[in-house]
């Protein structure tokens, strides 16, 4: 089975980081997925840095366009952060299929309900699990395992 292949949006500290997991943690992820993962493109306006960062092992351009609307990408992972230009980029990936991934809080705040219409339209996901709760995983649980109660609040 092909491995999927993601695009990351950003690669500054939070960037970094999550392509180092990713890279690191491979293996895993295939074990657990049953299908392996390709960091196929980095987008980021410092494409020196971005080149150093990821040790020349992955094409790595500065138009973030290139990666929303690269076919061969499966989900993008959107790490500029603010709500202007991601939300355009976001809605794009969507657009063209791909399922998206983001740690954006601001970008749910403010579009959130137009990026999860444009998502359920086009039958792909958003999935923003480290945005909330400072990355306690609550949102699957109170998708997936509390769906027979009726919850309130949250403090």
């Given at each position: 089975?092909?491995?999927?292949?993601?695009?990351?949006?950003?690669?500054?500290?939070?960037?970094?980081?999550?392509?180092?997991?990713?890279?690191?943690?491979?293996?895993?992820?295939?074990?657990?997925?049953?299908?392996?993962?390709?960091?196929?493109?980095?987008?980021?306006?410092?494409?020196?840095?971005?080149?150093?960062?990821?040790?020349?092992?992955v094409e790595?351009?500065?138009?973030?366009?290139?990666?929303?609307?690269?076919?061969?990408?499966?989900?993008?992972?959107?790490?500029?952060?603010?709500?202007?230009?991601?939300?355009?980029?976001?809605?794009?990936?969507?657009?063209?299929?791909?399922?998206?991934?983001?740690?954006?809080?601001?970008?749910?705040?403010?579009?959130?309900?137009?990026?999860f219409k444009?998502?359920?339209?086009?039958?792909?996901?958003?999935?923003?699990?480290?945005?909330?709760?400072?990355?306690?995983?609550?949102?699957?649980?109170?998708?997936?395992?509390l769906t027979?109660?009726?919850?309130?609040?949250?403090?």
């Amino acid at each position: 089975m092909k491995p999927i292949k993601v695009g990351l949006l950003g690669i500054g500290t939070v960037g970094s980081g999550t392509f180092n997991v990713l890279k690191r943690n491979q293996e895993e992820i295939t074990r657990r997925a049953g299908r392996g993962i390709e960091i196929a493109m980095v987008a980021d306006l410092n494409t020196e840095r971005a080149r150093e960062l990821t040790g020349g092992e992955v094409e790595v351009v500065s138009d973030a366009n290139l990666v929303v609307n690269n076919p061969d990408i499966d989900i993008v992972i959107e790490l500029i952060g603010g709500y202007g230009i991601a939300k355009e980029l976001v809605l794009k990936a969507i657009a063209n299929g791909k399922h998206v991934v983001t740690a954006n809080k601001a970008l749910l705040a403010v579009h959130g309900t137009e990026i999860f219409k444009a998502a359920q339209e086009k039958d792909v996901m958003v999935m923003f699990e480290a945005a909330v709760a400072g990355g306690i995983p609550i949102i699957k649980a109170l998708r997936e395992g509390l769906t027979a109660n009726r919850i309130q609040w949250i403090a």
